[in-house]
Structures are given as C-alpha cells and as structure tokens.
C-alpha cells in the first residue's frame, strides 16, 4: 500500500484496503476504465475494471496482490497514471 501511495499519491483513491487480497484503486485521472487498462498493461500490470462487478463503476480498477507485486518498482506507472 506504501507504494501505491509514494508512486501514484493523490492520483488515486484506494478502497478496501484492510479487505483481503484484492483492492479498488479509483483513478483521477480523467481516464475510464478501459484507457486504464490499456496503460497498466503497456507497463506489465494486469489489472480488471471495477464495472464488471459493480455496474456504476467510472475510472476504477481492481488490483490483486499479484497486480501489485508486478508493478513494483515501476516508475512508468507513475507517469502512466498521473495528470
């Protein structure tokens, strides 16, 4: 979680976080879901949109702790997903 804040901060909004394995990462960036994807992929996170389990879902992932482990230490993603 520690790093998600250090390399993404503000950008994001992470949800559930004390949950399980699985987080919601709510990105405000401007970016829906799909335009999400595509980025995390072109830098080696596989992520999933949040839509697929909640039909209001705009702008969010869900990462599993897989997800995360990848992206680490990934300075890409910092500038993938910011402003």
């Known amino acids: 979680m520690q790093s998600i804040k250090n390399f993404l901060g ?3 909004l992470v949800i559930g976080e004390n949950s399980g394995l ?3 990462l709510e990105v405000k960036n401007g ?3 799909e335009q999400l994807i595509i ?3 072109q830098v080696g996170v596989k992520v999933y949109p949040l839509s697929a ?3 209001h879902s705009k702008g ?3 990462l599993g702790s ?3 482990l ?6 890409k993603l910092k500038q993938e997903f910011s402003y």
């Open 70 to 75: 990848a992206a680490y230490p990934n300075p």
């Open 39 to 41: 980025k995390a992929l």
């Open 10 to 12: 503000d950008n994001v």
């Open 31 to 33: 970016m829906g879901e």
């Open 66 to 68: 897989y997800s995360v």
């Open 60 to 62: 969010a992932l869900v």
């Open 22 to 24: 699985h987080i919601v």
């Open 53 to 55: 389990y909640y039909y």
